[in-house]
């Protein structure tokens, strides 16, 4: 079993970046050079950037019309300079909201973990990159000290909201993306770790309720609101904050609270949100 204590060590012993460790370890497992995971890790950034542009243009609708031009509506407010938040968090949400939309609408995103999360990380990312000026080669260590984090979850619970309730796509998704943007920052595989665990309790308990079944309410807001989160965490994380709980003890209470989660709350629609008088209106609606 994957555990974050492995590669703290790693990092500590080579005096390597977190995102370095995760990168070497995966070229060895598939017999591949660094450099060819790095061009694969830079086509996937390419699609989240794509995705985030297409989402900001407010021409994607999903089938069902509940989700599309939402992203838009922030990033206008966000123009404006009328934003209560900030340009930055609020870049950060409109972000989220694009790639998201553009799951809804059948377009083409990178599953970071999985396609109902797949806005908190390239909003993230992105937002980081702007704030910080990042260049491309630091962006792929971020990406690869996310997958880290990634594989540390999938190994040790899952990041199936069906077995492990919202909390293991977007609570896994936030911890990613916290992690990601502390490495982009230049933040110690320390700060990293801690930046994960602060964002996944964040999320702990979270059930997985889609209205009719489907990937867009409460799903693609979540991704927003994920994204400011994850952000929080690693500013806390860069500022020398520390998560009590270390973060294979978070990942491992995310699995047992997801084992606890009724089926009702994983992702069938039987629940939460999704049997509410209005969640049942939709339901009927659509189908």
Do not use: W
Not at 97 to 117: D, F, Q, R, Y
Not at 277 to 285: D, L, M
């Amino acid at each position: 079993m994957r555990s974050t204590m492995d590669y703290l060590a790693l990092a500590e012993e080579k005096g390597k970046r977190f995102g370095e460790i995760v990168l070497k370890e995966q070229a060895e497992e598939a017999e591949k050079s660094q450099d060819e995971l790095r061009t694969r890790m830079a086509a996937n950034l390419q699609v989240m950037r794509e995705a985030v542009q297409s989402g900001l243009r407010g021409e994607r609708k999903s089938l069902s019309g509940l989700v599309g031009g939402e992203a838009l509506k922030v990033e206008t407010l966000r123009r404006s300079g009328k934003s209560l938040i900030g340009e930055r968090v609020s870049g950060a949400i409109a972000r989220a909201l694009a790639v998201v939309e553009v799951n809804a609408s059948m377009g083409k995103i990178v599953a970071a973990p999985t396609a109902g999360s797949c806005g908190v990380l390239p909003a993230v990312l992105l937002t980081a990159e702007e704030a910080l000026g990042s260049s491309e080669e630091d962006m792929m260590t971020a990406l690869f000290c996310a997958a880290g984090i990634g594989m540390i979850i999938a190994d040790r619970a899952n990041v199936s909201g069906a077995e492990g309730g919202c909390q293991a796509e977007i609570g896994s998704a936030a911890g990613m993306a916290a992690a990601a943007a502390a490495e982009l920052a230049g933040g110690s595989p320390q700060a990293c770790i801690h930046a994960a665990a602060i964002a996944m309790k964040s999320f702990l308990g979270l059930v997985c309720d889609p209205v009719a079944g489907l990937v867009e309410v409460p799903c693609v807001k979540r991704n927003a609101t994920a994204a400011t989160v994850a952000l929080a965490a690693a500013e806390m994380a860069l500022s020398g904050i520390e998560s009590a709980i270390p973060l294979d003890e978070v990942i491992d209470a995310m699995n047992e609270i997801g084992k606890s989660m009724p089926c009702s709350l994983r992702e069938t629609a039987q629940g939460g949100l999704a049997i509410t008088p209005t969640g049942q209106r939709i339901q009927a609606e659509f189908l």
